[in-house]
């Protein structure tokens, strides 16, 4: 009888049965994961009690000795070796092309934003910086002399001990 194709009422708990041991082992595995899993990433979160009053910690301080550095790859975003305390970066005014803008730089001797930074996404070259670049922050950050929280193995293409490491010791 064609009726007797349907699961009826002898197969469905059958197929229960199996979902629910699958779905047992899965939360197992998952519960024996997380035990043992190693933390790869730092708490981020500070105090365990997130509704707790806790004194912010001191803001560390951002290293201004005006060194360029050397790029540890070519296409890296070189870091700000400046203040920029309290330089504004809106929609409306942006300090730091106040100096690196071509126009600027003869009077500000700041390095000029490169030609990668007059380039739309067609790759056409446009008269003045390019909306993808023009926060400035989105790519370009200040260093802290801080203890970094992840540990890091990059190792120069060329094997190049980075001159950065000696000044900070
Ligand atoms: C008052 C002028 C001035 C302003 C404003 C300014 N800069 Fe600079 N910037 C410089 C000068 C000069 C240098 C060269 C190194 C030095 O003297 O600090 C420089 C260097 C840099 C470098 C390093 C370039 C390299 O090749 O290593 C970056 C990146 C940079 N600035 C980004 C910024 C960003 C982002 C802002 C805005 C938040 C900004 N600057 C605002 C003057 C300025
Ligand atoms: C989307 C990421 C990004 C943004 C946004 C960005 N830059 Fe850059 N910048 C880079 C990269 C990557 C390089 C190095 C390679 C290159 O020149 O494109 C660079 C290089 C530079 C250099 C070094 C130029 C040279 O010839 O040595 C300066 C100065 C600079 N940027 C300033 C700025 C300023 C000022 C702004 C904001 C108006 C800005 N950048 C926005 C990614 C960015």
Do not use: W
């Not at 708990?13 to 082992?25: D, I, K, M, T, V």
């Not at 070796?81 to 409306?92: A, D, F, G, W």
């Amino acid at each position: 009888m064609r009726g007797q194709d349907h699961p009826g009422l002898n197969g469905f708990p059958r197929a229960a049965y199996g979902a629910l041991l699958g779905g047992l082992l899965v939360f197992a595995c998952g519960a024996i994961y997380a035990q043992t899993a190693p933390q790869i990433v730092p708490r981020l979160t500070g105090a365990s009690s997130p509704m707790g009053d806790v004194p912010a910690p001191p803001l560390a301080r951002p290293v201004t000795d005006d060194r360029r550095l050397m790029r540890n790859y070519p296409e890296q975003p070189p870091i700000i070796p400046h203040s920029i305390e309290n330089y504004q970066l809106t929609l409306k005014t942006n300090r730091c092309l106040d100096c690196h803008r071509r126009q600027f730089t003869e009077g500000s001797g700041a390095p000029m934003i490169s030609v990668t930074h007059f380039m739309d996404r067609n790759g056409q070259v446009l008269a003045d910086v390019t909306p993808r670049r023009y926060f400035c922050t989105e790519c370009h950050v200040q260093q802290t002399d801080v203890q970094p929280l992840v540990s890091n193995t990059f190792k120069d293409m060329l094997l190049v001990e980075p001159k950065r490491n000696e000044r900070r010791r």
